[in-house]
């Protein structure tokens, strides 16, 4: 049973617009949440977080949205540059309940030209 | 470069075999975690280690088991290895024992069993 959905395997985006990648959670226990981006040959690297009392959170050219109610997390990059190509994870845990954070089966974003 | 060390990078094997993957946390993390990303799967999380104790275990299969020495690196061995076994196999570290501190992985050890 999957707790964390990424439903798109891959997403294009041009160059220059804006990125989103959503992401479903199941367990409404889950009160943190995290995307970590992956290129090829290398392991995951933490991108950004939210903790459930907060419905957005900023880095830059990335902002997590979280909407609690609808289990729904989202990763929006603005705008989207050509290092942005890669693979994203979306990931989220109990942190009442233990360390394990459960990953989804990640998003293949394609920053085109 | 996140810190973390990963040996061998490429491990090719057979049916039946056992073999031990090494990680070494980075300097002053506490906790090691372990990871298996298949072809369609994202990242399982197999089990935890803090200070040299198990924390958390994940889908972990009784054919597996790992350890964190007193120097904090940790070895994970597979044993009567499968075919569905190749995987990236990732370990993580970091410095406290609660998620919410960020996980650095090392590059993954790539298991091919033939």
């Known amino acids: 049973d999957q707790q964390v959905k990424q439903n798109s395997p891959s997403l294009s985006v041009q160059e220059g617009r804006i990125s989103i990648l959503n992401c479903d959670y199941t367990n409404s226990m889950f009160d943190y949440f995290l995307w970590y981006k992956k290129y090829p040959a290398e392991g995951p690297t933490f991108l950004i977080s939210?903790?459930?009392?907060?419905d957005k959170n900023e880095d830059g050219r990335f902002t997590v949205f979280l909407n609690k109610s609808a289990k729904h997390l989202s990763l929006h990059i603005v705008p989207s540059q050509p290092g942005d190509s890669a693979v994203y994870f979306c990931?989220?845990?109990?942190?009442?309940?233990?360390?394990?954070?459960?990953f989804g089966k990640g998003t293949r974003l394609h920053i085109l030209p | 470069d996140s810190g973390v060390t990963q040996t061998p990078k490429h491990l090719i094997t057979a049916t039946g075999q056992r073999v031990t993957l090494r990680c070494s946390p980075r300097s002053g993390d506490l906790s090691v975690y372990w990871y298996q990303q298949s072809l369609d799967q994202g990242l399982q999380f197999l089990i935890q280690?803090?200070?040299?104790?198990?924390?958390a275990k994940g889908n972990i299969l009784e054919r597996f088991s790992a350890q964190q020495f007193p120097d904090l690196h940790s070895e994970l061995n597979l044993s009567s290895l499968e075919l569905g076994d190749s995987a990236l196999y990732f370990c993580a570290s970091n410095s406290l024992a609660g998620s919410s501190d960020t996980q650095y992985f090392g590059p993954g050890t790539r298991l091919t069993v033939l």
């Open positions: 939210i903790s459930s009392i907060k």
């Open positions: 990931a989220a845990s109990d942190m009442n309940r233990d360390d394990k954070i459960i």
């Open positions: 280690y803090y200070n040299g104790e198990e924390r």
